[in-house]
């Protein structure tokens, strides 16, 4: 019989959008509906309300793990403590190319050209709509992503493990494993559509290409090794699940 875990739609997804922005914001109404907006597209979001606050936290990630560093920084000019500007101005001084957008009342001419001389990459003007915010952001992330493409980035995430495409890499429970790289590819696809079923057909012509001309028991092979690898117990996986008569689907 085939039983399917329809999931919860809970106000915060599980699968983030990859990124990590930090919002950093004096203003509680602002900073919240920016919070919200971002939130809703899958952006794990970080809050700062003060300039020095903002500055410890780029400046001292929790560790050396890259998964602390920010994708984006949403930066608003006047800021207590520490001004806005001076934050961009600080953070290109030590080679920090951390993607800013910068929020600011004033809508002249001459701070626009200031925010991006000292190192902003895009200017919003307030009021804007969230709408507008999230377009830039995404521009923003998507310019980054093509730009540097020697920069960490997470491309996927999914409770204890981080998938990073661009290195090949994948971190589980905080150690990074060695996938062989159709194992790999496999956990690709499979975190890219979370909870999509896939029959084992389809495994093989998106991973071995379809003119792989083994059966598909070697899919199962591969999702036990792949189990082995990532789940806590193999037999009572928590990741690759089987969906009995279809094939798998992961979390
Ligand atoms: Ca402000």
Known sequence: MLS???PQSSSK???VNTSRILVVEDEDVIRDMIVLALEEE???VITASDGRTALNLLQNPASGDSEESFDLVILDLMLPQVHGLDICRLLR???NIVPILMLSAKASETDRVLGLEVGADDYLTKPFSMRELVARCRALLRRQSFGNLSQTSIIR???DISLYTQECRVIVRGEEINLSPKEFRLLELFMSYPRRVWSREQ???QVWGPDFLGDTKTVDVHIRWLREKLELDPSQPEYLITV???GYRFG
């Open 93 to 95: 001084y030590q080679g």
């Open 203 to 205: 495994l093989i012509e």
């Open 42 to 44: 899958g952006y794990e």
């Open 13 to 15: 997804p599980e699968f």
């Open 157 to 159: 995430k999914f409770r």
């Open 4 to 6: 399917l875990d329809v």
């Open 244 to 246: 009995r008569g279809f």
